[in-house]
């Protein structure tokens, strides 16, 4: 009998679609990982076979037949897909969704996943006299014929030699019968040895790291590089990378954000004489199916990216670097909602190679990892090059004047340090001229009409703009309750760039954030003028803090450190020490010394004190004994149920019946809370909600949702909303 095909289908569905096997394929093609064309309602779409199966639960007449096979050899290996299916499992998402997130979009279309060439020859009416002949006076035609005459068949670089308009010949003669247009497999570039370029010598802190992660080599290990700014993290990764291409082998380094990519791969090129495969969402389709390749092949020895490069498909692994393991920009917030550290882990398990996490404040849960034995730790405490760590104060916005957000010791601060030659870098998450604009009259404040927000301010644009839903609309000149002038209030990114336009009208100045930095080149750009000291002063967001090296920087300043202290999410405090401590690790590297100004209105605030007196690991050991003693991760697992819909009730009565379910089922070991509305329940024009699980640990929490989903799905309520599920 043939095999019923489970196939995975790039639908929102949390099953596999079974098919019978096409007509006339042999069994053996029928390999796991192979992607197949298939019927899906009135469509045809791609597949990928996931598993093979002598029974179907459908009836025979009610399976369908696939199309045909589209590949010769599996796009995904067994281990790949093997932990593609384990990660459906285990966030509860479609494995269709979750398959699909791991091809390039040329791949789910059903593109051929082999490079190959266009080729071009005569026809065999051509070659044997059967065709009317060419014109003598058709002299470019009759060149390209006798091109093709004397051999089998000729690439585009031979036939452009011919003329600049040689398409345009060759598709005339297309059409004649004289040349048919074939495509080939592209030949795989020779295997060569990839020379590694000196490096600096590594200090005996690193020098440690590197032999530990050596030592690994061929099997399985955890590690957690915890090295304080500056201290040389990326000189680890390079040489522990270098043992790894030096075998054979490839390695795979992710990194947090787009904005890191660049930097990271000049340092990488500039090491080793190898191919990089580059993967990350800026990048054209073509431009990432020609990475994906690249990896797959074992051509590329390193691959980089940035989140989705978890999925890379790798022909050799060897090792896997997860840099800045901390970031919140590992976790997927739409769709399927993975975290690339924890899947690094997984994946690493799986291949038998070692991973490093690496962190100047690394995440709570890594910390507990290797407290439980789980991870080896491995410590830089001192920058390279003889640098000190920067000097840390706070300075209280209760007892100092402030100009538009910047305090009056931090202006001084300013003065003195640009005086000396140093440059200066201001920190403030919130872009835009001003969080809103307001009416001092009758206290009106521009509200977004689809959002529980107000409108951000962009002065230079004149416009209004939702930072949650994208609504866009003009300032107005007079407050539309009571026509009195109204005026932006607070500081974003922009207002500081114009503050400091007048503090230090002779100093040169850039601002980076998403606004400023939005088309294609433009933050390499900004980053390069900073660093050849072009610019003297820079202020910016988020994208400020994430491994950039200003060697030059010799102040930092925190303009609002408060906004992280009082925030809904258990991790907020976490979140805020990590972003100062990485802002502040910006500043003063070599025989330059550095300061760190923190402006605050709490400066008694513990998370503040700590950072100040002990460093993030003071800050760390106090909050992971916080989070036992509540019981949070990483001492428990939590799943979050989302609901969302058009009317403020629906959601609620979805969510009410999710938890009646929930409850029947969990028994002990699972804490059902709420429903509760989001804590901004109104967001683009919907009202949001969410149900919290809480278990102790990983098993009971899987145990009730694979039974809860299955029912959740079949609720009459489920139909009215959009809802999701969020898994740790």
Not at 23 to 51: H, K, M, N, S, Y
Not at 108 to 134: D, F, I
Request: proline share 8%; hydrophobic share 40%; aromatic share 6%.
């Amino acid at each position: 009998m043939k095999p019923i095909l489970g196939i995975a289908v790039d639908v929102p569905l949390r099953r596999l679609f079974d098919y019978r096997a096409p007509a006339g394929v042999d069994p053996a093609c029928l390999q796991p990982g192979v992607r197949l064309w298939v019927p899906f309602g009135r469509r045809r779409v791609t597949g990928v076979l996931v598993e093979t199966r002598s029974t179907s639960d459908l009836p025979d007449a009610k399976l369908k037949a696939a199309i045909a096979v589209i590949d010769e050899a599996p796009v995904l290996d067994a281990q790949l897909l093997e932990l593609l299916r384990w990660a459906a499992d285990y966030y509860r998402h479609a494995p269709g969704e979750v398959i699909a997130a791991a091809l390039p979009a040329p791949l789910r279309s059903g593109q051929s996943a082999l490079e190959t060439e266009e080729r071009w020859t005569l026809s065999a009416a051509a070659r044997t006299g059967e065709l009317p002949p060419l014109s003598p006076r058709a002299h470019r035609l009759r060149e390209l014929v006798a091109v093709l005459e004397a051999q089998d068949a000729a690439d585009a670089g031979t036939l452009a030699a011919t003329s600049p308009r040689w398409r345009d010949h060759v598709r005339e003669l297309e059409q004649r019968g004289w040349v048919l247009r074939l495509r080939e497999p592209a030949a795989r570039p020779t295997p060569r040895t990839h020379a590694v370029g000196a490096g600096p010598d590594p200090t005996p802190e690193q020098h440690r790291a590197i032999e530990a992660i050596a030592a690994a080599a061929g099997r399985h290990a955890s590690f957690l590089l915890h090295g304080v700014t500056g201290s040389g993290k990326t000189e680890v990764y390079l040489r522990a990378i270098a043992e790894v291409v030096a075998r054979g082998q490839q390695a795979l380094v992710l990194v947090p954000e787009i904005s890191l990519t660049p930097q990271l791969v000049s340092r990488f090129a500039a090491r080793f004489d190898a191919p990089l495969a580059v993967l990350h969402s800026s990048l054209s389709d073509q431009e990432r199916l020609r990475a994906w390749r690249a990896a797959r092949s074992g051509e590329a020895p390193v691959v980089i990216g940035t989140r989705s490069a978890i999925f890379a498909p790798l022909a050799i692994p060897g090792l896997i670097v997860v840099d800045e393991e901390h970031d919140p920009s590992y976790k997927q917030q739409e769709g399927f909602r993975y975290s690339a550290r924890d899947l690094a882990l997984a994946r690493a398990q799986r291949l038998g190679v070692p991973v490093v996490l690496g962190s100047a404040t690394p995440s709570l849960e890594s910390l507990e990892r290797v407290a439980q034995g789980k991870a080896v730790l491995l410590e830089l405490p001192a920058r390279t090059a003889g640098a000190r760590p920067p000097t840390i104060h706070l300075i209280d916005l209760r007892k100092h004047g402030a100009t538009q957000g910047i305090a009056t010791p931090t202006v001084m601060a300013i003065q003195r340090h640009l005086g000396a030659g140093g440059q200066v870098l201001l920190y403030l998450n919130r872009r835009g001229y001003a969080p809103t604009l307001f009416c001092p009259a009758c206290g009106w404040s521009a509200p977004c009409p689809r959002c529980d927000a107000r409108l951000t301010v962009h002065q230079r644009e004149r416009r209004l703009h939702c930072h949650h839903c994208g609504t866009d609309q003009p300032v107005p000149e007079l407050c539309p309750q009571c026509f009195e002038p109204a005026k932006p209030v607070g500081q974003g990114t922009e207002r500081i760039e114009e503050t400091l336009a007048k503090l230090f009208p002779d100093v040169p100045l850039e601002r980076i954030d998403r606004d400023a930095v939005r088309r294609k080149g433009a933050l390499e750009a900004a980053l390069e003028r900073v660093t050849s000291g072009a610019v003297r002063l820079l202020v910016g967001t988020q994208m400020l803090t994430k491994g950039h090296h200003f060697p030059d920087v010799t102040l930092v300043v925190v303009l609002n450190a408060d906004q992280g202290l009082f925030g809904t999410d258990f991790r907020a405090s976490e979140r805020l020490a990590q972003t100062i401590v990485q802002v502040a690790g910006r500043a003063g590297r070599a025989e330059r010394p550095g300061e760190v100004l923190i402006q605050t209105e709490y400066p008694e605030h513990p998370l503040l004190t700590q950072l100040t007196t002990g460093g993030y690991d003071a800050f760390a050991t106090a909050a992971l004994a916080e989070r036992k003693a509540a019981r949070w991760p990483p001492y428990a697992r939590i799943a979050v149920l989302r609901a969302e819909a058009s009317r403020r009730e629906v959601p609620l009565e979805f969510l009410d019946r999710a938890r009646e379910l929930a409850e029947a089922l969990a028994g002990q070991d699972v804490e059902v809370l709420g429903p509760a509305t989001a804590p901004m329940e109104r967001r683009a024009g919907l009202y949001h909600a969410q149900l919290l699980l809480h278990a102790p640990s990983h098993s009971p929490l899987q145990r009730l949702l694979a039974r809860w989903l299955p029912a959740v799905e079949e609720l009459p309520e489920a139909r009215k909303v959009r809802w999701s599920l969020d898994v740790d």
